[in-house]
């Protein structure tokens, strides 16, 4: 089989690298890629929105399946198009990933269907949403609409804070037209945990969940970023939440999708807060997470492949999704700087000894040489029975890795070790 990947980051360099142990696969390209895979994949030079061109080398290719990996491709209705021209993928259609591409769909959605999730109100004029945030208890949430790289949410924590949050996505555009409508929401308090899940419209899989760590620096200081390294599970995902999260969230977000007309089909996403009243959504992404894919999927002992082609032709029920009974840790490795100003174009040196557990994301090949091309460079991953063993071992293995204006967060799943203590 000849399988395509679109998208060029560590989440699908974890997914090749799964897909790869396929005894069927014959060859993975992987589009656009970066330099990192050049040797777990074939590099093609298209971009991941570039849907016309994709579909065009996907038909000449002879491609026989094809996983559509980040948010932009999706929305945009890649998977309609391959589809149409006759190449079965993996991940939702235009119709269903609406849900990562509009929170404010996502909001009304759990408003109709009763899915717990924050209070909150919709704008699309700037006058109303400041009007609105004058009468409201701070912290408070406010987030654009449409797709912003990850970075569209912002937490205010006074009343001037959320008033320029507005004025800034509203009228300087920070995140372009992605802030044409505002979400601003209640702040929730309580851990977050991060849910995969496998579905063909009408079985649900979760995955193990996971716990990401977002702020740049250590004690989640810092800026706000895609994600600086991820544990699995997540020991605040208690056998109780997970059984609640099914009843409560899960299940009744399949059955209102469907009611509405768009069945979702592929990994859909469940960001919860665990909060006093129990879990509630936070936010919904129609596609694997990054960095959580990088723990995630170390873990299942189900052959990949076999579960994404069971989400497409709808036999998901068929087959047993197994997680092995193990903890991984995944270290993210970026570019001083980051999320911010940067420089890139630094050699990576690798020890062979920790290559097979390294996830490259903003990295190009040169000469045969490996550089910096990003602010998220890598991720360094490790597994183990204990949480601490895990993350010990990732550790020791980023400490083998060196690029000249290297960073890490030094406390990666500190808080889970907290959690499994008590």
Do not use: W
């Not at 996907?58 to 198009?81: H, N, Q, W």
């Not at 701070?138 to 609409?145: L, N, W």
């Not at 320029?164 to 509203?170: L, Q």
């Amino acid at each position: 089989m000849k399988i395509l990947v679109i998208g060029g980051g560590g989440r699908e360099h974890a997914i090749i690298k799964a897909i790869k142990q396929n005894k069927d696969v014959s060859e993975i390209f992987a589009l656009p890629g970066n330099g990192g895979m050049a040797e777990d994949a074939t590099l093609v030079n298209i971009g991941a929105k570039e849907t016309d061109k994709i579909v065009d080398f996907a038909v000449k290719t002879g491609i026989d399946y094809a996983i559509v990996a980040p948010d932009d491709p999706l929305v945009l209705g890649t998977v309609d198009k391959l589809s149409a021209a006759g190449v079965p993928c993996f991940g939702p259609n235009k119709k269903a990933a609406i849900i990562e591409g509009s929170k404010a769909f996502s909001k009304d959605l759990m408003q109709k269907y009763g899915i717990p999730t924050a209070k909150y109100r919709v704008f699309s004029d700037e006058t109303a949403a400041l009007n609105y945030i004058s009468g409201e208890k701070f912290p408070i949430v406010i987030k654009a609409d449409g797709l912003a790289l990850g970075k569209g949410v912002i937490i205010a924590e006074t009343e001037e804070q959320a008033k320029a949050a507005v004025r800034s996505i509203m009228r300087d555009k920070v995140f372009g037209e992605s802030g044409a409508k505002i979400v601003v929401e209640e702040f929730l308090t309580g851990p977050e945990v991060s849910v995969l899940s496998f579905t063909d419209g009408k079985t649900i899989v979760p995955m193990a969940s996971s716990m990401d760590h977002k702020r740049a620096l250590d004690g989640d200081k810092g800026l706000n970023t895609g994600g600086m390294g991820t544990i699995a599970p997540n020991p605040f995902y208690t056998p109780e939440i997970a059984e609640r999260s099914m009843k409560e969230i899960f299940i009744p977000t399949i059955t209102a999708m469907n009611k509405e007309g768009r069945t979702f089909k592929g990994c859909l996403y469940f960001g919860l807060m665990i909060t006093e009243d129990g879990p509630k959504v936070i936010e919904y992404n129609c596609r694997f997470g990054d960095p959580e894919t990088q723990v995630v999927l170390p873990l299942l002992k189900t052959d990949l492949l076999t579960v994404m082609q069971a989400t497409t032709y709808g036999t998901l029920d068929k087959i047993k999704v197994e997680f092995e009974d193990a903890c991984a840790c995944c270290v993210i490795m970026a570019s001083d700087g980051y999320p911010a100003a940067y420089k890139k174009g630094y050699e990576i040196t690798v020890d062979k000894s920790v290559n097979g557990d390294v996830y490259f994301a903003g990295v190009k090949k040169t000469d045969g040489k490996l550089y910096t091309d990003g602010g998220r460079v890598l991720g360094v991953v490790a597994k183990d029975i204990t949480l601490k063993g895990a993350i010990d071992k990732a550790y020791k293995k980023a400490e083998k890795i060196s690029f000249e204006n290297a960073f890490y967060r030094k406390d990666i799943g500190a808080k889970a070790l907290k959690a499994e203590a008590k």
